[in-house]
Structures are given as C-alpha cells and as structure tokens.
C-alpha cells in the first residue's frame, strides 16, 4: 500500500471519526430531547414566518440563545435544549449587531410595534442601523376590509395612501411573536430590574433595596429612568411624547398627572388595550408589568413618568402599588 494511500486513508479515517463523535452522536442525543413545558409547535402561519425570517437574513444580525451570563439577562433566562424541540434546524446564531430574539414574544409583544418597526426602524428606534424592510408592505388608497393599516409616524408615511402589511409580513411578525420561553419552575424570565442593571451595571445599596421590594427611603430617578428605557421608551420614546396614532403620549397626560394615582398604578400592572387617550384609540396592546416587575419597580417607573417631560403628578411609593396589585386578585 503506498503511503499515499495511507495518508489519504487514515486523513479519511480521523474525518470520519470527527463527525461522527461532533455531529452524528449529539445529534441522535438531541433528537431524544423532549419538549419543554409550555414548548410547543409553530403554527403553519408562523412556520411561513421562520421562513421568511431565515430567507431575509435576519439571523446574520440577531442571534436566538441566550448565554448564562449577567449581560445576557436582559433577554430572558438561558436558554435549554428543550427550548428547541420544534426549532430545526436552530437559529442560533452567532452575531449580535440587533438584540437577541429568543424573547421578544414577550419582551414586545405589540404587533402595532413590530410592523412599523419592520417597516422603517428608525420610527421606534432613532438610533438603529437595522434596515428598512419595506418591500415587505404595499401602499394603498385604503386599507382593505378587515386590514388596519401600520400607523405611521408622519416623517415615515407615504405622502398619498396608507401602508398596509403583506402576507410574507404578517408571517414574519407571528412567528416574531411566537418566540417566548416558557418560564422554568421557579425561576421566571429577566426582571425589568434585572433588565435595568443589565444594562446600566450594578446598583447602588438602595437601588437594590427597592429591586427587592422593600421601601425605599425616597424615590431613585436614576432607577427610574432605567427601568422606563428598559420597559417604556420603545413604545411611548424616550421624550414621553410616543407615536401619534400608535402609541399614546405620557407627556401632559391627565392619568398620569392626576393626584389619584390608582388608574395609573392600574395600568402599568395589568396593561391596556384599545384605550383612548386624547380622543384617539390606540389598537395597540401595552403588556401588563405585574408579572415581571416589583412594586417599588413600579412605583419608580410611576415616579419617573410622573416627575418627567415637564408632569406634576403627585408621586406613590411601593405599598400604593401592593395595595392595587391586591385588589386586581
């Protein structure tokens, strides 16, 4: 036998060895793998999405895993294989140029957001680099029957007609919307707190005191405008001002700067849908926090929002919060 031959043969050999032991095995490993609780599969309307989402090259920017790391946080818990019993092959992904989507179900739930988002990012996010998808959308005389077109900030609405979505669009943002992670027994998704110190590092003694729920000895504005950014400003902007038409201004806002606080406290708990601010409804959904954020979380993003874009509205502490939280059981 020629060494040639020998080489050829043996370099074939270690190849095969190689995946075998790295690709064949985990894959038969994983294959076994069941379903997480609450892990379910897509609908074929969100399977159209996934293919939609990997045909534009939304993976090369943003990745699906969440790493077991304190920066990791602010997207969820870390991922586990029996979060990807339905997702094959993975969109994993490698590159972290837009956020992690492996939450976003949860994180922005708002459809409203997500498609004018889709449409022109820099509607909701004055800073982002993501493109515009807007072959994605078609612009209309009107919209037809039992289609809401996107609505659009001015500076991005077409000068004549409206801008409703395409089939391929409303596939994308229901499979969007179909990424949540289930939580584990005992251990939910990141916190807004958690969210806050995610990105704005660590928190002071006092900070961490209201994080935890106790009282705080004053208001934190620091802490409040960190849990807003976290938890508002994609929606209502970090100016309190939000999007005309989709979604309400916090600025003057008489809920917001009445001296009873209930309705306000009402609303950051347990969300809103359909409300009508200033004689305009807005169909877009605000996420309930009561879940996911403390009272004195609350309480400080209430302050914040109280206290900001020149409001006057009498400020609450944790126990007012508590006290609503109770009555809405």
Request: net charge negative; glycine share 10%; with cysteine.
């Amino acid at each position: 036998m020629s060494k040639l031959a020998l080489i050829a043969g043996g370099s074939a050999l270690v190849y095969a060895s190689l995946a075998w032991m790295m690709g064949v095995l985990p894959g038969i490993e994983l294959s076994s793998v069941p379903a997480g609780p609450g892990v379910v599969p897509l609908t074929p309307l969100e399977s159209e999405g996934r293919d939609v989402y990997v045909a534009n090259g939304c993976g090369y920017c943003h990745t699906q895993q969440v790493r077991p790391l304190d920066e990791d946080k602010v997207f969820g818990r870390p991922s586990a294989a029996t979060d990807f019993k339905y997702q094959t092959p993975e969109l994993l992904g490698s590159e972290r140029t837009g956020p992690d989507l492996t939450n976003i179900g949860v994180r922005q739930p708002s459809s409203v957001w997500q498609y004018i988002h889709l449409y022109n990012p820099r509607a909701v996010v004055p800073e982002s680099i993501m493109p515009s998808f807007g072959w994605l959308f078609e612009v209309v005389d009107r919209a037809p029957a039992g289609m809401t077109a996107v609505p659009l900030p001015n500076a991005y609405a077409p000068t004549h007609g409206v801008v409703v979505p395409t089939h391929t669009a409303e596939a994308l943002i229901a499979y969007l919307a179909s990424l949540k992670q289930p939580p584990w027994s005992g251990a939910g998704v990141a916190t807004g707190g958690e969210q806050a110190m995610a990105e704005t590092g660590p928190t002071t003694t006092a900070s961490a005191t209201a994080a935890a729920g106790a009282s705080p000895s004053g208001y934190d504005a620091a802490k409040g405008a960190a849990l807003f950014t976290a938890n508002c400003s994609a929606c209502h902007q970090a100016n309190g001002e939000g999007l005309p038409g989709a979604f309400p201004s916090l600025k003057n806002d008489a809920v917001v700067n009445k001296d009873d606080a209930a309705k306000h406290i009402q609303v950051v708990l347990e969300g809103l849908h359909d409300a009508k601010v200033g004689g305009v409804v807005y169909a877009s959904a605000m996420p309930p926090f009561a879940a996911t954020l403390s009272d004195a979380e609350i309480a400080d993003i209430i302050d914040y929002e109280r206290s900001s874009w020149g409001n006057h509205g009498k400020p609450i502490d944790a126990a007012q919060v508590a006290a609503e939280r109770t009555k809405a059981k």
